[in-house]
């Protein structure tokens, strides 16, 4: 099967070949979902050919957990929809201009829209599928969808919600195994650009909690995750109501209070179960947890896999001995690069 290529001009994407993904864990191949090897840029083929596809689809994954920098720009012809398929932490710029700086929860939607450089600071894991739309494909579906109520498409670049209907649509295709199936990957992005087609900008009405404050609360909760810790607490060391706190706190990170501890304490467990032996019951009370069933069940909910199933993977990936990669050949204008 010819690989699908992104239609662009050379400059607007960098020319790091990207490639399916070859399998998953069930095994079955992904002939319509890409890996990016280069953030946002979809697939490449050896012919170095285009396909004039209404929908490209591909995905960016990156377990790393240190600091890291990437930077892209959209094609002149292409809205570029991303959905956060895991949370993760990191500040979207665009020149002087920040779109996003923060804990951004599954589920999330950022739109690009063409022509347009943006940067990311990753500090977390992140696992990223992106629906490369060309313009005139969203603007039949807007205008079949308007009715005099949706927003043009100028006014989607840098829109930035959390959006359920975008995460499972994202997880079904990833996780459904039908990512291989054409056709099924198409009517996914197709549904997608549909609800945003429809979907009315939102207007803030609670002011996000202060850079500063927001900070005050996470160095508490750092402090404090093998203890209880209420609202009360975290309104308190912001200095604000209970009722205030939150909806500034949500504004501000997308999460509610109680939400973004679990997180925290998720994340802190991660760290212990990579890197040490500490039995289960042990850990869940070390980040503040009363009871390992307790933890098992939201350790499951936010991960997907129990703590022991977790604990395995990743020692068993971190023993596993790596396939080099043969590098690509390069023959005047022709680049290929292979698995």
């Known amino acids: 099967m010819d690989l699908q290529t992104f239609k662009t001009k ?38 170095n050919a285009t396909i004039d596809a209404d929908i490209l689809v591909s995905r960016w994954v990156d377990p790393r957990s240190s600091s890291r920098h ?15 398929l895991k949370t993760t932490s990191l500040k979207l710029t665009r020149g002087p201009h920040t779109i996003f700086d923060g804990l951004m929860p599954a589920g999330t939607l950022h739109v690009t ?31 079949a969808a308007r009715s005099g109520l949706s927003q043009p498409i100028r006014d989607l670049n840098d829109f930035v919600i ?28 197709q549904t997608l650009v549909m609800h945003i087609a429809r ?39 912001a200095g604000l109501s209970r009722m205030h706190f939150a909806a500034q706190f949500r504004a501000a990170t997308g999460y509610r209070p109680h939400d973004y501890l679990l997180y925290q304490r998720i994340e ?10 500490t039995p289960l019951a042990e850990i869940a009370l070390n980040v503040g947890f009363q009871a390992q069933a307790h933890f098992s069940t939201v350790f499951k909910r936010l991960t997907g896999e129990t703590p022991a199933r977790w604990r395995f993977s990743v020692i068993r990936d971190r023993h596993s001995p790596e396939i080099p990669r043969r590098p690509a050949a390069v023959n005047g204008n022709h680049t290929a690069a292979s698995l």
């Open 10 to 47: 050379p400059s607007l994407c960098y020319p790091v070949a990207c490639h399916p993904l070859r399998t998953s864990r069930a095994g079955y191949a992904l002939d319509s979902l890409y890996e990016e090897r280069s953030w946002r840029c979809p697939a490449q083929d050896d012919r």
């Open 70 to 84: 990437e930077k892209a720009v959209s094609s002149p012809d292409r809205h570029v929809i991303g959905v956060a």
């Open 113 to 143: 829209g063409p022509s347009q450089p943006l940067t990311a600071e990753f500090r977390a894991p992140c696992d990223f599928i992106h629906f490369h739309v060309s313009n005139e494909y969203l603007r039949k579906r807007q205008d």
């Open 162 to 189: 959390r959006d359920p209907l975008a995460e499972l649509l994202g997880r079904t295709l990833v996780e459904g195994g039908r990512a291989g199936d054409r056709l099924y990957a198409e009517s996914i992005g």
């Open 199 to 237: 979907l009315e900008l939102p207007r803030p009405t609670v002011n996000a909690l202060p850079k500063w404050r927001l900070k005050r609360v996470q160095e508490y909760v750092d402090a404090h995750l093998d203890e209880s810790i209420s609202l009360a607490d975290l309104a308190q060391v």
């Open 268 to 277: 802190s467990a991660k760290a212990m179960l990579s890197s040490t032996d």
